[in-house]
């Protein structure tokens, strides 16, 4: 069965490093991927989705994310993160041929130290 | 503006007493689900319908009804809440289910139920 891991839970960053969060999928062949981020009080918003091509996906907010086939990997970066970035993070995966059986991790939460 | 409304945002009940969570979508999208989010678990799907008078059930949907009476709303029904039912609920809506199609998050609804 199709799953997702984060493994985690809680990151914490200072404002202006640099941030990988992680994401591994196991799936019987290359799903679409995506990346959302959910606010404090808000719904989820997509960062970036990576459907096939260039394997580095640009996506909003100056996030990236690179999908590494021979590791089942879909981790988002950003180069120096802002305050406002502070949010919880969710890696999802889903099948090419029914959207709607997507599956999501279970999440990372971005704590921005000052 | 497009977007996904849900109402209400935050709603504490007692066991037992129905109730009833709206969502509606203002751009015509053909698809809309509900997904619960609980703390570890990540987001997971409760019910989906692809369109009107069409819905089917996911991943977790005992003790949830739904109905899509019109093309733009998609209520969500706890006929009889019970304490497990106590989580954050998002609405959300795509055009179809094509390849990749973008789901678009309400700002979720936090139910507690006593």
């Known amino acids: 069965a199709q799953s997702v891991t984060q493994p985690d839970i809680h990151i914490t960053v200072s404002e202006g490093a640099s941030l990988e969060l992680r994401c591994n999928y196991s799936?019987?062949?290359?799903?679409?991927l995506f990346w959302y981020v959910q606010s404090p009080g808000q719904g989820l918003q997509l960062l970036l989705k990576?459907?096939?091509?260039?394997?580095l996906v640009q996506g909003i907010k100056g996030f990236e994310a690179e999908f590494k086939r021979s590791q089942s990997s879909f981790n988002l970066r950003k180069p120096s993160v802002h305050w406002s970035d502070a949010a919880e993070y969710f890696c999802a995966v889903a099948p090419r041929y029914n959207n709607n059986d997507m599956r999501f991790g279970a999440g990372t939460r971005l704590t921005v130290k000052p | 503006e497009a977007q996904v409304t849900q109402n209400p945002r935050y709603l504490i009940t007692v066991t037992g007493k129905k109730l009833t969570v709206t969502c509606s979508q203002n751009?015509?999208?053909?698809?809309m689900s509900w997904y619960r989010q609980d703390p570890g678990l990540g987001l997971r799907q409760i019910y989906y319908?692809?369109?009107?008078?069409?819905?089917d059930k996911g991943d977790v949907p005992e003790g949830y009804k739904v109905s899509r009476k019109e093309k733009r709303n998609f209520p969500l029904i706890l006929e009889s809440p019970s304490p497990n039912q106590t989580s954050l609920y998002f609405c959300a809506s795509s055009l179809g289910l094509a390849g990749g199609d973008e789901q678009f998050f309400g700002p979720g609804t936090r139910l507690t139920v006593l």
């Open positions: 319908s692809m369109n009107v008078e069409v819905t």
């Open positions: 990576y459907f096939s091509g260039d394997t």
């Open positions: 751009m015509n999208h053909e698809y």
């Open positions: 799936y019987g062949a290359t799903p679409y």
